[in-house]
């Protein structure tokens, strides 16, 4: 059963299909890339992209052999997340400023007041 998306939701995966099928369509246009692109959405429509409408998709059988190089495939697993929309990974770890630390800011001025005045 389709989820109920909300209006918002519903602009949102309509911005999104449409950001997808531009970047399918920049690949080609910008590198060459041959693309297919298949998706259901949750109301049953299917949407698809060809980069080359009069060449069909390559089968499995095809990705395999009649290649230099092995197909790379990718699922969901490669992409999930703990929590989505969080970023992945921790910020990095910031030194501690001596500010913070017992007046060590205070005792510089001091050494330089100090140097200072045995300079004049």
């Not at 990095?92 to 007046?103: N, S």
């Amino acid at each position: 059963m389709a989820p109920v998306l909300t209006r918002v939701k519903k602009e949102q995966l309509r911005k999104r299909r449409n950001n997808l099928l531009r970047r399918h369509n920049e690949f080609w246009l910008l590198y060459g890339i041959k693309s297919w692109l298949v998706m259901e959405l949750p109301d049953g429509q299917i949407v698809t992209y060809h980069s080359h409408p009069n060449s069909t998709p390559p089968s499995a059988e095809d990705m395999k052999r009649n290649r230099a190089k092995p197909p790379i495939v990718k699922t969901s697993r490669d992409y999930e997340t703990t929590n989505l929309g969080q970023p992945t990974h921790s910020m990095p770890h910031c030194v501690d400023t001596p500010i913070r630390k017992r007046g060590i800011w205070e005792d510089l001025a001091k050494h330089l007041d100090e140097y200072r005045r045995a300079i004049v």
